[in-house]
């Protein structure tokens, strides 16, 4: 059944969205985090309800807006399409664009509570020994921060497997192109197609029973080496 369902193009599309989205996400929300730890400027707290707004925000209303910024007649895709371009909605960019929006305080989060947790001694240290900020960024509260950054990428991950809402909005339900695994299983359940919604859903609940088995098991051996 696992194997059958690793085979289906919504499975393909997914792992995919999945693992671009997890990229980006650590790519722009580590700054956010190390800002946010950092700073205690006026603006820090709009910054904050701002990231975590997709936790109280329902996942339909971001992807309508989503849709209408994105779409030929929003701000972007009017842009996009005077440049000669494609607009991003019902494309695989547009759902890593609402994905990484819609994922980013679940990486946002963790990190930040790591980067706040090194404190700022280990740093002054750093500090006093010659090391640049970029120097002591990355050889102390990285190192320091590590069981955090499998947090966020795992939940990362994961949240963007699970979405529904979000990319329903912005990516429609086009086969091959923006049919994610939770759109395919809801359309067959739509269509009273209940073996092919089942061979779906227990693949992705099996596929990601191992993936957080995996993750938990390589994060206590991190933990036994580094306690």
């Known amino acids: 059944m696992l194997i059958a369902t690793l085979f289906e193009p919504p499975m393909w599309l997914t792992l995919r969205l999945a693992a671009t989205t997890t990229l980006v996400l650590l790519l722009i929300g580590t700054p956010i985090a190390w800002w946010l730890s950092r700073t205690s400027a006026w603006f820090k707290a709009p910054i904050e309800a701002l990231v975590a707004l997709p936790l109280v925000l329902p996942p339909t209303v971001l992807g309508f807006y989503l849709l209408v910024a994105l779409g030929s007649r929003g701000p972007i895709g009017a842009a996009l399409r005077a440049l000669g371009q494609e607009p991003l909605a019902f494309s695989f960019s547009g759902l890593v664009i609402g994905s990484v929006i819609y994922s980013l305080p679940f990486v946002v989060q963790p990190l930040q509570s790591a980067f706040e947790s090194v404190g700022r001694r280990p740093l002054e240290v750093a500090a006093t020994l010659g090391a640049s900020p970029l120097d002591r960024f990355f050889t102390v509260a990285v190192p320091l921060a590590r069981r955090a950054f499998l947090a966020a990428a795992t939940l990362g991950f994961a949240h963007t497997m699970g979405e529904f809402g979000v990319v329903l909005m912005i990516g429609g ?29 227990a693949g992705l609940l099996v596929f990601s029973f191992i993936v957080l088995l995996l993750v938990y098991g390589f994060n206590r051996r991190l933990q036994a080496l580094h306690p």
């Open 173 to 201: 339900n086009i086969p091959g192109k923006t049919q994610v695994l939770s759109i395919a299983i809801y359309d067959h359940v739509e269509m009273m197609q209940y073996a092919q919604a089942h061979t779906l859903a």
